[in-house]
């Protein structure tokens, strides 16, 4: 699994010109998923993420955890995380077919709610636009076959 997760002020997800989800204080997440990802991936993901400490205590320090500003996730499908840039036109042979990525995204999301964790999530395989104000900016990358 990868994921994108951005610290922000406040961000959103639209489909068709509808806001779905939105979310203030907290991570705008972009999950992607590979075939061989499990169930045990999606818990690993969810535990890093959860006790992250990346907002800032009273000193500007990143020491703050997700729960310690009570901040909320919104969490977005990306398949194209898993792309092959070999050509100008990018493949997607190295990400999970949908059947699978699915219930990896909802078990992903699962754990984090298990976890205290207040999750907004876009709609898996829509077409959607989101928004974000970034906080710092502050953007990690997590990769379960690294981390």
């Known amino acids: 699994m990868r994921a994108v997760v951005t610290r922000v002020k406040e961000a959103s997800v639209r489909i068709d010109g509808i806001i779905c989800s939105q979310i203030c ?17 999606a818990v690993h993901l969810a535990e890093k993420i959860v006790h992250l400490r990346i907002f800032s205590d009273e ?10 500003v009570n901040g909320r996730v ?9 792309a092959d840039l070999k050509k100008r036109r990018p493949g ?10 699915i219930l990896l995204y909802e078990k992903f ?6 976890r205290g964790v207040h999750v907004e999530h ?19 990358i997590f990769d379960t076959a690294e981390v």
């Open 122 to 140: 876009g709609e898996f395989g829509a077409d959607m636009q989101v928004f974000s104000i970034n906080d710092g900016p502050v953007t990690l």
């Open 109 to 114: 999301m699962k754990q984090l709610t298990e």
């Open 74 to 82: 919104l969490v977005i499908s990306q398949f194209t995380l898993f």
């Open 59 to 68: 000193k500007g320090k990143m020491n703050r955890s997700l729960a310690e």
């Open 25 to 41: 204080v907290g991570y705008l997440i972009l999950l992607g998923i590979a075939p061989k990802d499990t169930d045990a991936d």
């Open 92 to 101: 997607f042979s190295k990400a999970a077919k949908p059947d699978h990525a």
